[in-house]
């Protein structure tokens, strides 16, 4: 393995797709060391390109999960090898109190501290400071680790899928309000009243 890039805490981003790619480029440009695992999409600059997902937790204070949660359990799995004392693996793909649930126990099983983090607004235009809630038995070392590096994150007591199941109420109440803006805009166009 190479020498870090930084001097600050190491962190590992297991999946570069669009949220991955700039979390992972924010938390470089704030100063960690940033290390990164995806089997399609090559490191960018200032982040260290890592062979697998127990190689790029080697070693990290916290090891970011952004790939989908379709594949959360996997690749916790393919961590977990790499996780070392006092990590903490957390979770920031979109998937159910359920599925949270379940990866904290496998975490648990490893000796691993679990933090159940929901992003709370599209990445795009707000990389690191995209609001985040995070639960579960890392929740409060992953917001003190993310947030002296900028990031917006809010901790809320309870077990992993708390936050999980926040980001759900929330997006239940938005796409009700967007249905009914929609349904409204047709009546109205229906009406020859759309514009008022």
């Known amino acids: 393995m190479s020498a870090p890039l930084t001097n600050g ?6 999946g570069l797709g669009e949220a991955g ?6 938390l470089a440009g704030a100063g960690a060391n940033a290390r990164r695992y995806d089997p399609k999409v090559p490191a960018p600059p ?6 697998s997902d127990a190689d790029a937790s080697r070693g990290a204070r916290l090891t970011l999960a952004l790939t989908s949660a379709h594949e959360a ?3 916790l799995e393919l961590a977990r090898p790499g996780l070392g004392d006092g990590a903490v693996y957390a979770d920031l793909n979109t998937g159910s109190a359920g599925l949270k649930t ?5 975490a648990a099983r490893a000796g ?3 933090a159940d983090v929901a992003l709370m607004a599209p990445v795009p235009g707000l990389g690191l400071r995209t609001p985040m809630l995070a639960s579960g038995p890392g929740a409060q070392a992953y917001a003190a680790t993310m947030a002296a590096l900028g990031a917006d994150v809010t901790v809320l007591p309870g077990p992993p899928g708390t936050a999980a199941t926040r980001k759900l109420v929330r997006s239940v109440f938005y796409k009700g309000l967007a249905a009914a803006v929609t349904e409204a805009l047709r009546a109205g166009r229906a009406a020859g009243c759309e514009d008022w």
């Open 21 to 26: 790619s700039r979390i992972a480029a924010d």
């Open 46 to 51: 200032g982040i260290l390109g890592c062979t």
């Open 9 to 14: 805490p190491v962190i590992a981003v297991l």
């Open 102 to 106: 379940t990866l904290a126990q496998i």
């Open 112 to 114: 691993v501290a679990f």
């Open 73 to 75: 359990a996997e690749t």
